[in-house]
C-alpha cells in the first residue's frame, strides 16, 4: 500500500504524488481512493486503493535509472512490423504494461518513424502520449523541469 506524499507512475497517463487517501461514496458503495495529481499537466484521478495490484500503481524509478533510461533511448532499435495496424496495437500494448522502458521503447520507434516516413494520425497521438508518460516520470526520478525533459528525450533519441 502507498503512503500520502509517494511518487507513483500510473499506467498508460503517467507520474506523480499521492496528495491523499479518501473515501467516497461512488454507486452506492463505499471506497477507499488514492487521489494522484500527476507531475506534468497537475491533472488529479483518483484510483482505487483495494484495485488488484493497486490499480498499476508502481513507485517510481530512480535517478540512476531515469539516466539508462535516457540512454536506452540512443540505442537502435528493433525492426519495426510494417503493418500499421499491428505495429499500433504492439505498441499500445508495450504502453499498457506501465513499464518505462516499454514506454520509452514506443517513444524511440515512433520518433524514429516520424523522422524517416511520418506517423499517421493515429500513431502521431500515441507519440505524443508516451511522450508525455516518460517525460512526467523523468521529471519526477531526474528532479528536472518539464521542458528540459523533453529536450533530453529530443537529443537522446538518434
Not at 133 to 148: A, H, N, P, R, T
Amino acid at each position: 500500500m502507498f503512503s500520502v506524499g509517494d511518487r507513483v507512475a500510473y499506467p498508460m497517463h503517467g507520474a506523480g504524488v499521492i496528495e491523499a487517501i479518501e473515501e467516497k461514496e461512488i454507486l452506492g458503495e463505499i471506497k477507499r481512493y488514492y487521489v494522484l495529481r500527476f507531475a506534468v499537466g497537475g491533472m488529479k484521478v483518483m484510483v482505487p486503493v483495494d484495485t488488484p495490484g493497486e490499480g498499476g500503481l508502481r513507485p517510481i524509478i530512480s535517478a540512476e535509472q531515469g539516466r539508462k533510461v535516457l540512454d536506452f533511448l540512443s540505442e537502435d532499435g528493433d525492426d519495426e512490423c510494417p503493418n500499421w495496424n499491428r505495429r499500433y496495437r504492439e505498441n499500445l500494448d508495450k504502453m499498457r504494461t506501465g513499464s518505462i522502458i516499454d514506454t520509452a521503447e514506443v517513444v524511440r520507434a515512433l520518433t524514429l518513424r516520424d523522422r524517416s516516413k511520418g506517423l499517421s494520425t493515429g500513431e502521431r497521438k500515441m507519440l505524443n502520449s508516451a511522450r508525455h508518460i516518460l517525460c512526467s516520470e523523468l521529471v519526477l526520478s531526474l528532479g528536472l523541469e518539464e521542458q528540459e525533459v523533453l529536450q533530453k528525450i529530443e537529443q537522446a533519441v538518434c
